[in-house]
């Protein structure tokens, strides 16, 4: 069916929220739903209409700067879609509406089917909650920022918390700032997040950017309570004790890395058994990191920091750094966002395996899979995958092997760990880079850790259009087209198709969608049969959205 001639498509209409309707958001029911509904638009073709829906101010000419944009259930087909209340409340919060305020808007729902839009709007406002939302994460971004403007890019801040482990409305991050360039703060790493501009300590939500001083790396710190900010310029990190050169009356200085991590190669020593050191900022005694007790390993190498003025109100106990054995090692002292951590890695030894998922000679293969050793560790009971340290998804647990179960879409942008705690609280798991895992490309990933062993293994599919007739060559005559993943869950591929050939999305074998359907989209399901809606030959844009366990997808064929 082709998808270019004469045909019409009509025009939704809104229903609810109804014409300059008044929609009250009640503080003690943030899960409430907000519908916004609205008549089916048709096309006389019968072809699919999809949807999107936008919140704007009220008299927007366009949409390029929508509040928000919602996509309904069903691959954007149903003609509903809802938010909770807190979500478009925080919405508002993020445009700075103040609590308790009445905003005028309009909800604009467009209908897509094919090539055609048609689109309608109506006016309704909506009252924000009485009391404001205060954000539990927040980011530092800007040209003045060692990441830039990309706000996707932007270095996340460490939340400070209490004893109990409730946030603080305070959060820090160690950086670099390029002296007469600005820089701002957000809530999340995104542009519809919530920007925090300011001057001369003062926080101002929506406000202009910051001026960033002298050129160098400093703490800065965000109280959201009393909507300051600070800088304390870092003229450098240091190590004092006697396990090292100088003893406590030296200072053996680190050299900045970037994001939020300092280095350098030095000699240890044991003079005692009981010999250690301390990390110090500038040579100053009231800013120190020890370790917190329990956090190391049996060798002494690595373990979590506190400031040592921060830990009773954090309900942490610390101590010095314990020396490890005699000899030369890199130390890494890394306080990027969560866990302040060092690392000592003893020079002259093979280096580990590099913990790489999805590194490989041959990465267009059909089913890919490769393993790297992570350690030797205890069993935890429980396993999650985080990402920059937002949890990815949860393991299940089977005896010593914690799996997946189903492919997560992992980016080569971000920076993988595995932690015993959803929230990166717990141990991190991994001898290499703190356990920071890298990914070689993005792709769906299948994982699998192993204690007993001591292996990571991960998989993930190519996926393939074949193409084919029963006759004319038959199948060892087939098109074997390699699709292109795009995150997230999708592959795409443009080929020129034949009328009459039948044709199959595959991963051989395991994977292999198709359908007894005959329509240029819709469903296949794993193990469905040849497809054959290929009716005319010329060269077609195909793509799939796949599940997260490969038992179905998501089809289109679109003739150029």
């Given at each position: 069916?082709?998808?270019?001639?004469?045909?019409?498509?009509?025009?939704?209409?809104?229903?609810?929220?109804?014409?300059?309707?008044?929609?009250?958001?009640?503080?003690?029911?943030?899960?409430?739903?907000?519908?916004?509904?609205?008549?089916?638009?048709?096309?006389?073709?019968?072809?699919?209409?999809?949807?999107?829906?936008?919140?704007?101010?009220?008299?927007?000419?366009?949409?390029?700067?929508?509040?928000?944009?919602?996509?309904?259930?069903?691959s954007g087909k149903n003609a509903f879609v809802e938010m909770t209340a807190?979500?478009?409340?925080?919405?508002?919060?993020?445009?700075?509406?103040?609590?308790?305020?009445?905003?005028?808007?309009?909800?604009?729902?467009?209908?897509?089917?094919?090539?055609?839009?048609?689109?309608?709007?109506?006016?309704?406002?909506?009252?924000?909650?009485?009391?404001?939302?205060?954000?539990?994460?927040?980011?530092?971004?800007?040209?003045?920022?060692?990441?830039?403007?990309?706000?996707?890019?932007?270095?996340?801040?460490?939340?400070?918390?209490?004893?109990?482990?409730?946030?603080?409305?305070?959060?820090?991050?160690?950086?670099?700032?390029?002296?007469?360039?600005?820089?701002?703060?957000?809530?999340?790493?995104?542009?519809?997040?919530?920007?925090?501009?300011?001057?001369?300590?003062?926080?101002?939500?929506?406000?202009?950017?910051?001026?960033?001083?002298?050129?160098?790396?400093?703490?800065?710190?965000?109280?959201?309570?009393?909507?300051?900010?600070?800088?304390?310029?870092?003229?450098?990190?240091?190590?004092?004790?006697?396990?090292?050169?100088?003893?406590?009356?030296?200072?053996v200085p680190l050299t900045y890395q970037g994001n939020s991590v300092w280095?350098?190669?030095?000699?240890?020593?044991?003079?005692?058994?009981?010999?250690?050191?301390?990390?110090?900022?500038?040579?100053?005694?009231?800013?120190?990191?020890?370790?917190?007790?329990?956090?190391?390993?049996?060798?002494?190498?690595?373990?979590?920091?506190?400031?040592?003025?921060?830990?009773?109100?954090?309900?942490?106990?610390?101590?010095?750094?314990?020396?490890?054995?005699?000899?030369?090692?890199?130390?890494?002292?890394?306080?990027?966002?969560?866990?302040?951590?060092?690392?000592?890695?003893?020079?002259?030894?093979?280096?580990?395996?590099?913990?790489?998922?999805?590194?490989?000679?041959?990465?267009?293969?059909?089913?890919?899979?490769?393993?790297?050793?992570?350690?030797?560790?205890?069993?935890?009971?429980?396993?999650?995958?985080?990402?920059?340290?937002?949890?990815?998804?949860?393991?299940?647990?089977?005896?010593?092997?914690?799996?997946?179960?189903?492919?997560?879409?992992?980016?080569?942008?971000?920076?993988?760990?595995?932690?015993?705690?959803?929230?990166?609280?717990?141990?991190?798991?991994?001898?290499?880079?703190?356990?920071?895992?890298?990914?070689?490309?993005?792709?769906?990933?299948?994982?699998?850790?192993?204690?007993?062993?001591?292996?990571?293994?991960?998989?993930?599919?190519?996926?393939?259009?074949?193409?084919?007739?029963?006759?004319?060559?038959?199948?060892?005559?087939?098109?074997?087209?390699?699709?292109?993943?795009?995150?997230?869950?999708?592959?795409?591929?443009?080929?020129?198709?034949?009328?009459?050939?039948?044709?199959?999305?595959?991963?051989?074998?395991?994977?292999?969608?198709?359908?007894?359907?005959?329509?240029?989209?819709?469903?296949?399901?794993?193990?469905?049969?040849?497809?054959?809606?290929?009716?005319?030959?010329?060269?077609?844009?195909?793509?799939?959205?796949?599940?997260?366990?490969?038992?179905?997808?998501?089809?289109?064929?679109?003739?150029?």
């Open positions: 069916m082709d998808p270019v001639g004469n045909w019409e498509l009509s025009t939704p209409v809104p229903t609810t929220p109804a014409v300059n309707a008044n929609v009250v958001l009640e503080d003690n029911l943030p899960a409430a739903a907000v519908r916004f509904e609205w008549q089916p638009a048709s096309a006389s073709s019968r072809f699919i209409v999809q949807y999107t829906v936008y919140v704007v101010t009220a008299g927007s000419t366009g949409l390029e700067n929508a509040l928000l944009t919602l996509t309904p259930g069903n807190q979500q478009l409340d925080y919405i508002l919060w993020t445009r700075c509406y103040p609590a308790g305020a009445e905003v005028d808007l309009e909800w604009v729902v467009v209908a897509k089917s094919i090539d055609k839009t048609t689109t309608a709007k109506q006016a309704f406002s909506i009252k924000r909650f009485q009391n404001d939302y205060m954000p539990e994460t927040m980011f530092i971004t800007g040209a003045a920022t060692e990441a830039g403007d990309d706000v996707a890019a932007a270095t996340p801040m460490r939340a400070h918390k209490d004893a109990e482990g409730n946030v603080t409305n305070i959060f820090d991050v160690y950086t670099t700032l390029t002296a007469g360039k600005t820089y701002f703060f957000r809530d999340e790493r995104n542009t519809t997040s919530k920007l925090f501009g300011g001057e001369e300590g003062t926080l101002e939500g929506c406000g202009a950017g910051i001026t960033a001083p002298e050129t160098g790396q400093y703490r800065i710190t965000v109280n959201l309570n009393s909507n300051t900010y600070s800088l304390l310029k870092i003229d450098r990190w240091s190590l004092v004790g006697d396990a090292v050169e100088g003893g406590w009356g030296g200072d280095t350098t190669t030095i000699e240890f020593y044991k003079p005692y058994a009981s010999a250690g050191c301390i990390f110090r900022a500038n040579g100053d005694w009231g800013y120190l990191l020890k370790r917190i007790v329990n956090s190391g390993n049996a060798n002494n190498t690595r373990g979590n920091l506190v400031m040592e003025s921060e830990a009773a109100g954090m309900g942490k106990v610390f101590e010095d750094v314990p020396g490890p054995e005699i000899g030369t090692y890199k130390v890494t002292l890394n306080l990027a966002a969560d866990a302040y951590t060092y690392l000592l890695e003893k020079q002259g030894e093979p280096e580990p395996t590099p913990t790489i998922i999805g590194e490989t000679a041959n990465p267009n293969g059909d089913a890919v899979s490769g393993n790297f050793v992570f350690g030797e560790y205890n069993v935890p009971n429980e396993l999650y995958l985080l990402a920059d340290g937002v949890m990815v998804g949860t393991f299940e647990k089977d005896a010593n092997t914690f799996n997946s179960v189903k492919f997560w879409a992992l980016q080569a942008s971000k920076t993988y760990t595995i932690n015993s705690a959803s929230d990166g609280s717990g141990t991190n798991y991994g001898e290499v880079n703190d356990g920071e895992m890298a990914v070689a490309r993005d792709q769906l990933y299948q994982l699998s850790v192993n204690f007993e062993t001591g292996r990571l293994a991960w998989k993930y599919y190519n996926m393939k259009l074949f193409h084919w007739a029963d006759v004319e060559g038959g199948w060892d005559a087939r098109q074997e087209l390699l699709m292109t993943y795009e995150h997230p869950y999708t592959f795409k591929v443009s080929g020129a198709l034949s009328a009459g050939f039948l044709s199959k999305f595959n991963s051989p074998w395991e994977v292999q969608f198709g359908t007894d359907g005959t329509a240029l989209s819709g469903t296949m399901t794993n193990g469905g049969a040849n497809f054959t809606g290929i009716v005319s030959n010329g060269t077609y844009n195909a793509s799939i959205v796949v599940t997260d366990d490969f038992t179905s997808c998501e089809y289109t064929f679109v003739k150029q």
